[in-house]
Structure formats: structure tokens, C-alpha cells
């Protein structure tokens, strides 16, 4: 498997889908993606074992109605085969016991059909991101164990009440990025992080702010209307770095 973000390797993605204009289209979607690259793409479950078993992505876009096998049945045959590759299911399947195999199967994302490349690539920058953490974390203490299971659960409720027109996607990209932020971020700094506009942060970023989430400082320029800059509040009783800058 490939190295993690932020090194010169990328993330290898492997696409299945039995419709081939349909896995065009998400090979292209992906393709937009910085960090990730389709390696191959099968439409049969065997196609996808065989491929597995050639190109060693790291990820697998999972469709689950494939004209020899179901999906998720996919899933076993590559563990049991020694492959660690991630899977994500994309799918029409919206069955509550559809959803749950998947769980159980230990997707790392369930994505229903049809959706925007946005929504694609907004779960795969998550997902690159839950990558790094769990290939890079040192566990020293039970906080560590804490800080990389909680990178991989649920979106918090916080943010999955959001304001008519907000999708959770953007709203973890637009966190996200102020998590990872060296100090403060302005509207346009979070838009060219994340890639959305810089209307579309400014609102999110003030959502964070009248939520409680983040805090906003004024930096008054030469001329014109103060620069409003914003950081994520850190939870009461957050340790200090090393280099002064708290954490939870």
C-alpha cells in the first residue's frame, strides 16, 4: 500500500461499478481529488478480487449491485485473501440491513447514488485525513487511543445540526481545516483550504462561531472593514503543547 498524505505517494483507488459510464464518472471524480489516483477499475465482484490482488490500492469505491456477486459480499473474500485495503461503498442500496452489513463490514464510508463530485470528494479528503491520523499516531496513553477512535466516528452532533441549505461535508472540511490551522484563519485563507467559496466559509465559519465552536478575533488593516479571523475553541482543560498552543 501507498504512503500516507502529505508524502510524495498517492492514494491509490481501485473502482467498481458494473454500469463502466458510471465508473467513468467517479474515476473522474476522483481524479479531481489532490492526494488520489485511480488505479484500475473492475465491474464484476471477481473483477474486483483479481484487481485487488494485481494493483494493491489502498481504497476500494464499492458499488453493491454487481451482476455476479452483492457487494458487501466482496468485502470477506478480500480479508480472507490478506488484503488490508479500505472499502467504501457507493450505492443506491438505502436498505437499513444494507447499511448495517456495511457497518459491520467495517466500511469507512457509505456514499448513496446519485451524488455530486462534491460529495465524493469531500468524504475522501475526510477519509485521507483519518488515514494520516491513524498511520501516523504514536500511542503513548489512552488519550492517543481516544484522540484516533474519535477521528473515526460519527460526525459530532454539533455539527450535524446545521442551518437549512448547510451540508455535514463541507461543514467537516470547513472544522477540519480550522483544526489543523496554525493560529487563526480568515474566510478567504478556510475557501482556499478547502476549496469552496469564500461566501460558502464565511458563513460556515460564522455558524461555528454563533455555535460556540469557534472564536473571532478582529485584525485591523490599513484601510477598510477589520479582517475577521477565526480558531476553533478548544475544550476546558485542553493541555498545552509544546509550543504554547493548547489541545484537546
Not at 488490508?84 to 457497518?103: H, K, L, N, P
Amino acid at each position: 500500500m501507498n504512503s500516507a498524505p502529505g508524502t510524495a505517494e498517492a492514494i491509490d483507488v481501485l473502482v467498481v461499478d458494473d454500469d463502466f459510464m458510471v465508473a467513468r464518472v467517479h474515476r473522474a471524480f476522483v481524479e479531481r481529488v489532490p492526494s488520489f489516483r485511480v488505479a484500475g477499475v473492475a465491474g464484476t465482484g471477481e473483477q474486483a478480487v483479481a484487481a485487488v490482488d494485481a494493483l494493491r490500492p489502498d481504497l476500494v469505491l464499492l458499488d453493491l449491485y454487481l451482476p455476479d456477486v452483492f457487494g458487501l459480499d466482496v468485502i470477506p473474500r478480500l480479508r480472507a485473501a490478506g488484503h488490508d485495503c479500505d472499502v467504501m461503498v457507493i450505492s443506491a442500496a438505502r436498505e437499513a440491513d444494507t447499511v448495517r452489513g456495511a457497518v459491520r463490514q467495517g466500511v469507512v464510508d457509505y456514499l448513496l447514488k446519485p451524488f455530486q463530485s462534491d460529495d465524493l470528494r469531500a468524504r475522501l479528503e475526510r477519509y485521507a485525513a483519518r488515514r494520516c491520523r491513524l498511520l501516523d499516531t504514536v500511542v503513548r496513553s489512552q488519550a492517543d487511543v481516544d484522540r484516533v477512535l474519535a477521528g473515526t466516528a460519527a460526525p459530532s452532533p454539533g455539527v450535524m445540526t446545521l442551518p437549512k441549505g448547510m451540508s455535514v461535508e463541507t461543514a467537516e472540511l470547513v472544522e477540519r481545516a480550522l483544526r489543523d490551522a496554525d493560529g487563526t484563519l480568515s474566510a478567504s485563507e478556510c475557501a482556499a483550504l478547502t476549496g469552496v467559496s469564500r461566501v460558502s466559509a464565511r458563513r460556515y465559519l460564522e455558524h461555528f462561531h454563533t455555535t460556540g465552536t469557534a472564536d473571532v478575533t478582529l485584525r485591523y488593516g490599513v484601510a477598510g472593514r477589520p479582517e475577521r479571523r477565526y480558531r476553533l475553541r478548544e475544550p476546558e482543560g485542553a493541555a498545552a503543547r509544546p509550543d504554547g498552543v493548547a489541545r484537546a
